[in-house]
């Protein structure tokens, strides 16, 4: 799921309106497995190893649950009401039943057979229960649990739910943990809270989670406020935030900044010219893979091919052109929409240019209202890094998914100061089961959902602030540490 900061726009939201549109991001829910993809007409989807088609949710309200037929269609299925309170024929224990493989009349070919003419799942269901000899002698909790087993085998039934932060993080910690450095959402939770995300905030994060935890910072603040993202490499990754389906007025807010440029912000050394001369460099090497592509397809074809071929050495040509990492990129077909496609990359990267200026002129306010960290790479140069741009009395977070990294920068944040009510944390969280008779805690649960070391901002002290006197601090913390003269010359004497 990883990709370049393009992703698909989202279609713009209909306040007020619960109802699924086409185009919109969703979350599709078997029991307990979530995918979230997008509603598309005439698009097939595979999921749970069924596939199907997502037209019939159009119109329909978030929460909704389908049932699919034969054919990939979806088809809305109606809450049943449950039956009264019936005295069900069961057994008062299972000490008698054998499972032998023998109590269930129905063969596989039967049930095939009545897949193949088209029998819903909950019919099937209720044959495999009338064709088992045993399913009356078994305890009340032991026909609900096999009820519940055989429906979840045979019965496709998927709810359609509408994206969120805690959705989305279930979601991906269930299914990709790696892509979000294996944060769990209850961590999710606890930085957004510790970090104080609000409405109007000023805020930086520096993420390499597929966007979850930037797009869970746009949610809290409903699209008031700024966000500048610092990313690494060559453009931020926003694969998670693209789920949520934000409306196109969060993204006015939303800034983004290279990661490699922020010492020369500090130095002050950061200008125009240094964003647009990178693009050249690299457009040097695009250019020469280019040339190199194009020659050898050139080869098996004929010369009106190869008459082509100089119109096509322009360096603004092939700089547009050969974007590798563009997942919209397609060969043009001809001269026209080489230009168009040309014309239409240059806006782009002249738009992002103008992003990164804009980043840039409110990182060096250094007036941040929080800080978020939640990276791969080793936390202590970025934290200290960063820290520079954040106002005092303001809180930082910062996530590692190991103890030792926070540990320290923990000890580097105390040697630098200007933080206070450092705090080193790992939240513990366990799933209960809540049933009638039957709940106790689940025998599986999670080992570890990550670390957070978090702080607040103070104004550094003037010795330490000040670089002229950093030597002078340096001989006045050596001198208290070393051993008065007079102690040393006692120490013989008494021995004498």
């Known amino acids: 799921m990883e990709g370049s900061g393009e992703h698909p726009s989202p279609q713009p939201p209909h306040p007020g309106d619960n109802r699924i549109h086409e185009g919109d991001f969703v979350v599709l829910k078997r029991e307990d497995v979530l995918k979230a993809v997008q509603v598309q007409r005439r698009k097939k989807v595979t999921f749970e190893k069924q596939w199907f088609y997502l037209d019939n949710v159009i119109g329909h309200n978030y929460g909704a649950t389908f049932e699919v037929t034969s054919g990939g269609g979806l088809q809305l299925k109606k809450k049943k009401e449950e039956p009264t309170s019936e005295t069900k024929e069961a057994g008062t224990d299972n000490r008698n039943i054998i499972d032998d493989g023998k ?124 966000i500048i993202q610092l990313y690494p490499g060559d453009g931020p990754v926003r694969v998670a935030t693209a789920c949520f389906g934000f409306p196109k007025s969060f993204l006015s807010g939303l800034y983004e900044f290279p990661l490699n440029k922020v010492d020369s912000l500090l130095n002050g050394t950061f200008s125009a010219e240094i964003l647009y001369a990178e693009p050249k460099d690299s457009a040097s090497v695009e250019e020469s893979n280019g040339a190199l592509e194009e020659k050898q397809a050139s080869k098996p074809d004929n010369e009106d091919s190869m008459a082509e071929a100089p119109e096509s050495n322009h360096p603004e040509q092939e700089s547009m052109e050969v974007v590798p990492q563009d997942p919209e990129y ?125 702080g607040f901002t103070v104004v550094l002290d003037n010795l330490r602030a000040d670089t002229s006197l950093k030597s002078s601090a340096s001989t006045l913390e050596s001198h208290k540490t070393e051993e008065p003269a007079a102690k040393r010359q006692k120490c013989p004497e008494s021995g004498s």
């Open 103 to 226: 109590s269930q009349k129905l063969t596989q070919d039967d049930i095939k057979a009545l897949k193949d003419k088209g029998i819903k799942g909950e019919e099937i269901v209720q044959q495999l229960i009338e064709n088992s000899t045993t399913f009356r002698d078994k305890t009340e909790f032991a026909q609900d649990k096999y009820i519940k087993k055989k429906k979840k085998k045979y019965e496709a039934v998927i709810t359609i739910l509408k994206p969120s932060t805690r959705i989305l993080s279930i979601m991906y910690y269930a299914r990709e943990p790696g892509k979000i450095n294996h944060m769990r959402y209850d961590t999710l939770a606890q930085m957004l809270t510790l970090g104080n995300i609000r409405a109007g905030n000023k805020m930086i994060v520096m993420e390499t989670c597929s966007g979850l935890v930037l797009g869970a910072m746009m949610e809290r603040m409903g699209g008031f406020g700024s």
């Open 330 to 454: 397609k060969e043009p077909k001809d001269r026209r929409s080489k230009k168009d496609y040309i014309q239409e990359k240059q806006r782009r990267q002249e738009e992002q240019r103008k992003r990164h200026l804009d980043a840039a002129a409110l990182l060096s306010e250094r007036n941040a209202d929080g800080l978020i960290v939640a990276s791969r790479f080793h936390p202590t140069p970025l934290l200290l890094s960063l820290l520079d741009f954040v106002a005092p009395s303001r809180p930082f977070v910062v996530y590692c998914q190991y103890k030792e990294p926070l540990l320290e920068c923990y000890t580097k944040l105390r040697e630098r100061g200007g933080v206070i009510n450092l705090r080193l944390s790992e939240t513990w969280l366990r799933n209960y089961q809540v049933l009638p008779d039957r709940s106790h805690p689940k025998l599986l649960m999670s080992g570890g959902g990550g670390y957070l070391l978090s």
